[in-house]
């Protein structure tokens, strides 16, 4: 069993800042690719940020430059830096990680987190 536990999310205005993270846990052998996706109402889920290594990295195009990825290898933890907060940004982000788990050494599976409100005020 593989648990994702967000935090970080908030009701900032525009222009501010938020740091998000997300924290793996439970029976996990390796950690591939970790990232983040956001959902606004009414939209499809999309992506924001993955990454595998601090020099593999993929953003969406309305993020880059304002948001940076990272990640604690240590501390199973994923990180979105989130800088000049724009009222699109306003989502709920969700983690997202593909891993292996102990008793399921073999495969490879993705797994989700529940999400973390972001508010922008105008």
């Known amino acids: 069993q593989v648990q994702l536990v967000e935090s970080g999310g908030g009701l900032v205005q525009a222009g501010e800042s938020l740091r998000l993270s997300c924290a793996a846990s439970?029976?996990?052998?390796?950690?591939?690719?970790m990232g983040w996706y956001r959902q606004a109402p009414g939209n499809q889920r999309e992506l924001v940020a993955t990454?595998?290594?601090?020099?593999?990295?993929n953003y969406a195009d309305s993020v880059k430059g304002r948001f940076t990825i990272s990640r604690d290898n240590a501390k199973s933890t994923v990180y979105l830096q989130m800088n000049s907060l724009k009222p699109e940004d306003t989502a709920v982000y969700y983690c997202?990680?593909?891993?292996?788990?102990?008793?399921?050494?073999?495969?490879?599976?993705?797994?989700w987190g529940q999400g973390t409100q972001v508010n922008v005020s105008s």
């Open positions: 990454i595998i290594t601090s020099s593999i990295t």
């Open positions: 439970g029976s996990i052998f390796e950690i591939n690719r």
């Open positions: 997202y990680v593909q891993c292996r788990s102990y008793t399921h050494i073999s495969v490879w599976r993705d797994y």
